[in-house]
């Protein structure tokens, strides 16, 4: 049986998967970066170091572009740009600038929406150290955010092989109630001590 012809095919394949092979390591290196630029800028972000959560922002989008444009066959590529939009989203949030497109921050459509979707909570934290800091309204400004981003979340409804987003909405909605119930919680504690100083007899 003549295989000659196999042979060859098999090589063109081996060179084939050897190439996607390549660009995967070049990817998990520029993944691997960009994922730790984004840590550092959420923790920075929540640090109040907004300047260098901005600059660690605007560094990776150098690699959030380089990702973009290569294939998107690698689930930790997809991941490394969710964690970068997630951060960009974060520190606009915390300073209450405008969010950031997708272009802006030049990530993909799907990491960007999954991205939005993972700063709920990232709120949450916030709204819960404005709790403990009893900065009740500030707190309140921030849980009106969640669910306004809850809002723009669940209007896609799309099955999960063109947008994987149905889990993170379910999650979402558990995220807001906990930490509405905290809130609620906390200013219903207050109010009751409020109500027991005023009743107690001030002596002199």
């Known amino acids: 049986m003549d295989l000659d012809k196999l042979f060859k ?6 060179d084939h998967f050897d190439a996607i092979d390549k660009d995967r390591e070049e990817c998990y290196k520029i993944a691997r970066e960009l994922r730790r ?9 929540h640090n109040k170091k907004y300047d260098l959560a901005r600059k660690q922002i605007e560094d990776g989008k150098i690699y959030a572009r380089q990702l973009v444009k290569k294939q998107q066959r690698f689930g930790f590529v997809e991941e490394a740009l969710q964690e970068h939009a997630e951060a960009a989203f974060t520190l606009a949030f915390l300073l209450g600038e405008v969010p950031p ?49 809850m809002g723009i979340i669940v209007r896609f409804d799309h099955t999960d092989a063109v947008l994987p987003l149905r889990r993170k909405q379910d999650q979402m909605r558990g995220v807001i109630e906990r930490t509405r119930g905290d809130m609620t919680n906390i200013i219903c504690q207050q109010r009751l001590e409020k109500t027991l100083r005023e009743r107690v007899p001030v002596t002199e």
Not at 9 to 14: N, S
Not at 37 to 45: E, H, N, T
Not at 113 to 141: C, H, V, Y
Request: aromatic letters at 4%.
């Open 101 to 149: 497109t997708q272009e802006e921050i030049g990530t993909n459509e799907r990491a960007y929406l999954l991205g939005l979707a993972d700063t709920i909570g990232e709120m949450r934290r916030n709204t819960l150290n404005l709790l403990r800091d009893d900065r009740i309204e500030e707190a309140k400004t921030f849980m009106n955010l969640m669910d306004d981003l």
């Open 9 to 14: 095919e098999a090589e063109r394949l081996k």
């Open 37 to 45: 630029m984004s840590v550092k800028s959420v923790r920075d972000a």
